[in-house]
Each structure stands twice: as structure tokens, then as C-alpha cells.
């Protein structure tokens, strides 16, 4: 078949709502699309357990800690998923994880930023998983089969998560002045880099026009990320704080919450590698990789001789 044919073929199956599974025939664009998008997306689930590691040791009860941990081991199985399915596309593992140790992958820029209160733990599961949820229910529609799988199963876990968070901003929030000092200082630090996580503007979204097009995405960044400002901002007044935005007020023609202009200079400083934690999330990142070597082979050791086993059963 020409090439112009299966190209229309392929629309008509993406416009059909048809998901595209992995042994069909798609566009190389296409592909290379959701290797890199799927890939971004596991390594932000793998970085993004960093800055709450950092904290579970110092979890303020036996209670907390335990939530923390099943919540980043969570994390972790989030990032195996979207592995897999990035592996689907014909890319090794391995592969993935030689271009983040080059920065050649990037991850989600939030997750630059320091966690330097127990609020924090609060702050990311109430806006970073909020903002990760807003986008992610809006991916479970994406047309790549194994990644709108994927997503179904992440999002019923994100919600816990969401609501983990929520709960330790509204303990604060109704504790002694220094606790409710604590979560106020967490959002005013979290609320910017949380908006930047749907990424640029859509006019200065380079890859958006042709990803709604394949439906690889099924939203803007923009409608995203209003849709997230609006919820979270009727949540943070039901806890009394507020957010660091003196311009954010429910416009009430559009009935959306309008805000300040964001700060796209610390944006790409961050995506580029500079921000406040890159460089010790790669490296820690690098360091736990080699430190599992022995792990990965006893493990392939094992899977082989079970194998032999099989065999000459
Ligand atoms: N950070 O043309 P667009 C989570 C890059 S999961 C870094 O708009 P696209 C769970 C973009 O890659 C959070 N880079 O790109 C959790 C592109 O550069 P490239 C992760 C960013 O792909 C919670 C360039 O800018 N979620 O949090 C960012 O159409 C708590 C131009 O941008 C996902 O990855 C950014 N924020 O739209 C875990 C969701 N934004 O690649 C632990 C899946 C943009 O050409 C604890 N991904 N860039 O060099 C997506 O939905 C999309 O990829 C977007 C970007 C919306 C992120």
C-alpha cells in the first residue's frame, strides 16, 4: 500500500477513536512521539520519588511514614509501567535510562525543585499529583493502546495520592500559627512549578498541534492546566490559605479563574538543566543504577537457569 494511503488509513483509525496497538502500522512521527513522551513520563514518576525520599525518614508518625512509603513505592511502579510501554515502541530499556544519564531525556521540571518541610510532602501530593491527575485522566483517552492502559490503572492510584496530600496540608492548616506558617510556605513554593508541569503556552507548545492531531494528547497545556488552577483554587480556600498570586480571581464572564503571567525564564532554566536540583537527581539517579548492578543480574542469573530448568523438563 502507498504510504499516503496508510497515512490515511491511520487517521481514520485515530479519528475513529480506534487505539492503536503495538504491531500496527503507524507513522515513524508517531512513534517517535510516544517514545519520548512515554519515556519523559516514566523517568518524572522515577525522579519524582527523590524529593519525597527525602523526607521519609523524618515523617513526623509511624502512620505518616507508612503512607509516604507505599506512596512513593507507588511512584515507582508507575514509572515500571510506563516502561513497559514505552518498550512496546522497539526502544530497550536500558536505552531509556542511557539517554536520561546523558540528559538527552528530560523529566518533569518540578521535580528540581527542594523539599524543605514536612508541609512539602503535603504540597506535592495535593498539587503536583492534582496537576499530574488533571493531565493524566485527560492521557487515559490517548490513542497509543499499552499507554492509555497504563493510565487507567495510574490514575485510580494519583487520587490517593492527591488526597494523601490534601490531608497533611489540612492537618497543618488547622494546627498551631508555625504549622499553618508551614503549609503556607509550602504552596507559595509549589504553586508556580506545579502550574509549569502542563508546560508551555499553546502557542509555544512545539509538539502539540500534530499530538491533538494523533490524539496522542487529547487537551492543550492550557486547558489543562486551567482546569487544574480552577479546582485546586476552591480547595485551597476551604483550607483558609492562599496562593501567590495577587492577579488569580475568578473572572466571571469566563467563570475561570485568571492568573499572572507565568515565568517562563525560570521554566526553561529548569528544563534545560539548571534548576535548583538537576544536577544531584541525576547523579543520585546514576548512582543508584550502578549500585543495583548485582541486583539486575542476579535476577537475569536466575531467570536463566529457571530457564534451562524448564527446558530440560
Ligand atoms: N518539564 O511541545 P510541548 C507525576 C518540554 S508525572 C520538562 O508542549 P509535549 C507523578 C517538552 O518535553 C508528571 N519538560 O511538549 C508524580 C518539549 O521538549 P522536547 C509527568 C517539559 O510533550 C507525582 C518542550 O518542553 N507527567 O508528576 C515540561 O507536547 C508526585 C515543548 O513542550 C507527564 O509527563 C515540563 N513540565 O507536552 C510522581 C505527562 N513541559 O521533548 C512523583 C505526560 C514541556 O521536545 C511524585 N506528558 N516540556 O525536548 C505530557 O502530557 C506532555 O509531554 C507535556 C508536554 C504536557 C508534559
Redesign the pocket.
Known sequence: MENQDLLNQFQQKIDADIKIEPKDWMPDKYRQTLI??IS??AH??II??QP?GNWLTRAPSLRSKKILMAKIQD?AG?GLYLYCAAETLGVKREQFLQWLHEGKA??????NYPTLSWADMGA?GWL??G??IV??VS?QGTSYGPYSRAMVKICME?SF?QRQGFEIMAQLAAGTAEQKEMAQDAINRWWWPSI?????HDSE????NQ?LKWRI?RES?DALRQRFIDKTIEQGHHLGLTFPDPKLHLNKETQHYDYSPINWDEFWNV?KGNGPGNKRRIRHHIKAHDDGKWVREAAKAYAEKINVKKKSA
Open positions: 519520548r513522551q519523559q513520563h518524572s514518576e519524582g520519588m519525597e511512584e508507575h528530560k523529566y518533569s521540571s518540578v521535580f506535592i503536583v499529583d496537576a499530574a493531565n493524566q492521557l494519583e495520592h509549569m508541569m502542563f508546560g508551555p507548545s512545539a509538539h502539540s499530538s494528547k497545556n528544563v
